[in-house]
RNA sequence: GCGGACGUGGCGAAACUGGUAGACGCAAGGGACUUAAAAUCCCUCACCUUCGGGUAUACGGGUUCGACCCCCGUCGUCCGCACCA
């Protein structure tokens, strides 16, 4: 029978109708089944979904409508995580609300979405922007800030000059603003935080316990915490060179073994001993002032050159009062890590060493390697900062490292410095508190009221929503909630009398740091729905980009410690599987050279191969364009590939089986041309070996054939099933793609035979009980050519509400096996034998092969190693 | 600088726990069908070869009956952090 080619744009729409109008993918909390919850990081509504969308979301699909055919009571939603800058650019430079903006692009990113048929749970759907969200993120600020976890305080903030906002240490890349890039500046403000560094340890401890998340993952957050164990020392200051009569200066050191190595203390420009000092001396305040401009502005810290001034401070050396130490101000000495003091010991640290040459500072060498030799042992450019052996330190030669660290920390401990010991065990870490304010708009209000008397209170929660005003002017830099002629002004919560609206808002990360937790009740009024929060989270399978491997992650991994500690969730981890998936990147064109380099999208171009060599051309002029480098998607090198035209001419099924295949999923996939093309061609060829079929297996059951010819073919169905499920269990969908193909190509003659009517019904029904498995393998990626596909047969329920199918042991196991037959380690030949033969029979088996006795020459052979089901190799 | 990952045909890749290296796809070449094209189907496709076989998983060693896989060293590419005391 000739049937009509496969046509996903008028079967695509139908199937996603069905779908809707039996409410497949809504998902019921009080479902007894085994829960699973499915969740993709959900997108920023710029306007359009690009390809890196369709992958993510591609793989999310595949996992939820697989597991939903396991019978795993599946939770799949989605939302838009829609605060943010980009609003008020546009806001600022097209004159359109960033609300107005922001839901115009939700509701055409839906539209997008729901062409690509994604098994979605859109009951569940909310923006962060929504009122009734932010409304619930207020509450659980204010919630916070009772249990302590927010507080305010004045800081040095990263200030992004161009988009006039506070950046997070981790929004500045380079010194530079991660969207503005602007150089950014240092200024003091008065911030709020979140008290992330409570939970340092814990964040750091659970990370053991997160074993489905990628080990390069969990290592970059293990480096971002940044733990060290060492000592803080207190060193008296010499009383007569003290400028306002301090008497000592904590420095912190993970090496108090190499005390006696010390020759010279630094403290950053920003301590308060150097702002005394810079008070008093006018060369002092010139060089803390550079250092501020510098630490700010350089990028290539790395280069910086290693710069001091000499305060004229002297420090005594605490193993030995009489040694007296300068104290200088350096610029490589940061005031937020440690105590913003240190203790230099040249041999042992490449910056103390340049510092120290450059100043003229003694250089004692301290520790030499374990194999080294004392008394010739020197160091020359490059310091020596390994374990070794303790040497010129009176006391501790002779020592280990660890020892040594021991033997100061023990005696320091037990010597007071006016009554306080003079040293103490501490362990630091470099991650700081998340400073979230920011003076924007388009952001959740920090529920805070400002009085005069009664100080900073929260917004009474009856009194939540503190909702944006709608009425706001961008055509000026700064924040309009300052601006607003009203909005700021309100009475104090206690008193009555006028006091001042917070106007910061929240960085957005507080945003998506507990919305897969809102997705489990989003009706509710509290929060969350502690029931369902507990019954769903953690997230089974959160699947997105690298990006976000360190912040969204670790706040994420915050919040949920912060909703525990205020009642809120169970959990402990957010994210108990987590997958990072790789980009979707594309070749570059272009025609020009340096300056005049104008980029080409491949919409416009052709590319043939000539002599094997490819080459493109400009389809309208037929010039020649340069093929460049395979790179990231990016409007700005017009390497991009609409998802909207590739659905409109190949439907979304093809999209997504493309983007799905070929590459390993945590890798990046290429996109090309011919590439589609090659998963358009398979769903063409799947449908007309099916439809063609279609009437013959129409009538038949579906029935595995137990012997005769079909047997191969239930086999083959069985075997492959078996595999692509274990590919789905870990999320290689590049390899079950590759069985599918293989399958089907296996299928071919057997359904050409069927159409052709050339057939019993017991060969039928083998062959329909394959196509039916490989229905449902096929499922998960290309859902609508999978219904389509399974109506042909005449089924009349959905594949979307269909369990998955059993494979039959015994049409796995294979009774046979090949032998591979090795000579000194080389394949010489093959044997063919039961499966259940033993080693002796097999060995016996072995000799008597033609090959393996001419190989053999005569000789007998030394061992026979037979690895059962696997291989034999003969040594001669 | 510190930390990590990776390196397999023309290309994307596969190869279980150390057991036949290159499945599957793309590209290419040849053929069939067709007046022709598209579509489809079939065949070839790591390198060398005296057709016996030999050589191949970045390079050099090692362990092993057997190594893409484990160990040591070298080279290269990519990623993260980066003055963290």
């Given at each position: 029978m000739a049937t009509e080619r496969y046509n996903p744009r008028d079967a695509e729409p139908r199937w996603q109708q069905k779908w809707n109008e039996e409410n497949v993918f809504l998902t019921d909390n009080a479902d007894p089944r085994e829960k699973y919850y499915v969740l993709e990081m959900f997108p920023y509504p710029s306007g359009r979904i690009h390809m890196g969308h369709v992958r993510n979301y591609a793989m999310g699909d595949v996992v939820a409508r697989y597991k939903r055919a396991r019978g795993y009571n599946v939770l799949h939603p989605m939302g838009w995580d829609a605060f943010g800058m980009p609003a008020e650019n546009a806001a600022r430079d097209n004159k359109v609300h960033p609300k107005e903006w922001t839901y115009k692009n939700i509701a055409s990113m839906k539209a997008q979405l729901r062409a690509m048929g994604l098994?979605?749970?859109?009951?569940r759907e909310f923006a962060t922007c929504d009122v009734d969200y932010y409304h619930r993120q207020q509450m659980l600020f204010i919630d916070m800030m009772e249990k302590g976890l927010v507080y305010r305080k004045k800081s040095k903030v990263n200030w992004d000059p161009v988009d006039n906002t506070v950046l997070a240490n981790e929004q500045v890349i380079d010194g530079r603003g991660?969207?503005?890039g602007a150089l950014v500046e240092q200024r003091e403000l008065t911030q709020w935080f979140f008290k992330i560094t409570e939970f340092s340890q814990e964040l750091l401890d659970a990370l053991d316990t997160l074993d489905h998340w990628p080990e390069k993952v969990r290592l970059m957050q293990k480096n971002w915490i940044g733990r060290s164990e060492g000592l803080t020392i207190r060193w008296e200051i010499v009383p007569e060179t003290s400028p306002n009569a301090e008497r000592e200066i904590t420095v912190y050191t993970t090496r108090p073994d190499t005390l006696f190595g010390a020759s010279f203390l630094a403290i950053s420009a920003d301590h308060p001993l150097a702002k005394e000092a810079a008070a008093a001396n006018p060369a002092i305040d010139a060089f803390c002032e550079e250092c501020r401009r510098a630490g700010t502005s350089l990028a290539a810290l790395e280069t910086a050159e290693k710069k001091g001034i000499d305060t004229g401070i002297r420090v005594r050396h605490p193993l030995d009062p009489s040694w007296e130490l300068p104290v200088y101000i350096a610029n490589f000495v940061l005031m937020d890590y440690g105590t913003g003091a240190i203790f230099g010991c040249p041999s042992g640290d490449q910056r103390d060493l340049d510092f120290a040459r450059k100043y003229h500072l003694p250089v004692v060498p301290v520790v030499m390697p374990k194999d080294g030799d004392a008394a010739s042992f020197t160091i020359g450019d490059v310091a020596y900062d390994g374990i070794g052996i303790m040497i010129n330190s009176r006391f501790l030669d002779g020592m280990d490292t660890e020892e040594a660290f021991e033997a100061v920390a023990t005696r320091l401990a037990a010597k007071n410095l006016g009554n306080v010991p003079q040293a103490e065990r501490k362990v630091n870490f470099r991650l700081r508190d998340w400073g979230i304010s920011r003076q924007r708009y388009w952001g959740c209000p920090i529920p805070v009221i400002h009085c005069e008397d009664c100080g900073v209170l929260p917004v009474p929660k009856q009194d939540l929503p503190v909702k944006l005003p709608d009425?706001?002017?961008?055509?000026?830099?700064?924040?309009?909630l300052d601006r607003h002629p009203t909005w700021r002004h309100v009475s104090c919560p206690l008193c009555g009398k006028d006091a001042r609206r917070e106007t910061d808002t929240m960085d957005t990360f507080v945003d998506s740091s507990w919305y897969y937790t809102r997705f489990t009740a989003p009706w509710e009024h509290e929060p969350t729905d502690k029931l369902a929060a507990d019954r769903w989270l953690p997230v089974d399978q959160y699947i997105g980009g690298i990006e976000h491997a360190i912040l969204h992650l670790l706040y994420s991994r915050f919040f949920t410690r912060a909703m525990r500690e205020t009642g809120h969730v169970e959990a402990k981890e957010p994210f108990k599987g987590l997958f990072t998936q790789g980009m979707v990147v594309h070749e570059t064109y272009s025609r020009g050279?340096?300056?005049?380099r104008e980029w080409v999208s491949p919409a416009d171009i052709r590319i043939e191969e000539i002599d094997g060599q490819r080459r493109a051309t400009l389809l309208s002029t037929g010039e020649e364009i340069a093929i460049g480098a395979i790179e990231k998607m990016s409007k700005s090198k017009k390497n991009v590939v609409d998802p909207d035209d590739i659905i409109a001419s190949y439907g979304a099924d093809t999209a997504r089986f493309f983007v799905l295949s070929d590459s390993p999923p945590d890798r990046d996939v290429i996109w090309s041309e011919a590439g589609v093309e090659g998963a358009y061609r398979f769903t063409q060829r799947m449908w007309r070996l099916v439809s063609e079929a279609a009437d013959a297996l129409r009538t038949v059951a579906a029935t595995p054939a137990k012997e005769g010819e079909a047997l191969a073919i239930s086999q083959v169905a069985h075997r492959t099933l078996k595999a692509v499920q274990g590919d789905y269990d870990k999320l290689a969908f590049n390899k079950a793609v590759a069985r599918i193909y293989e399958f089907v190509n296996a299928l071919a003659a057997p359904l050409a035979k069927v159409a052709a009517g050339a057939t019993d019904s017991g060969y039928r029904s083998a062959v329909r009980e394959a196509v039916e498995i490989l229905i449902a393998l096929v499922a998960p990626i290309t859902p609508h050519l999978a219904e389509e596909c399974s109506a042909a047969l005449g089924n009349t329920h959905l594949i979307a509400m269909s369990a998955w199918p059993s494979y039959d042991q015994a049409l796995v196991i294979e009774n046979e096996i090949v032998y591979p037959v090795q000579i000194n380690g080389k394949k010489r030949a093959e044997l063919t034998i039961a499966r259940d033969a033993d080693q002796n029979t097999v060995q016996e088996a072995v000799l008597a092969l033609d090959a393996v006795g001419s190989a053999l020459n005569g000789q007998a052979p030394k061992k026979i190693i037979v690895v059962p089901q696997r291989i034999v190799n003969i040594v001669v």
């Open positions: 098994s979605l749970d859109w009951s991660w969207r503005s009425d706001v002017t961008f055509d000026q830099p700064g924040n309009p050279h340096g300056l005049t």
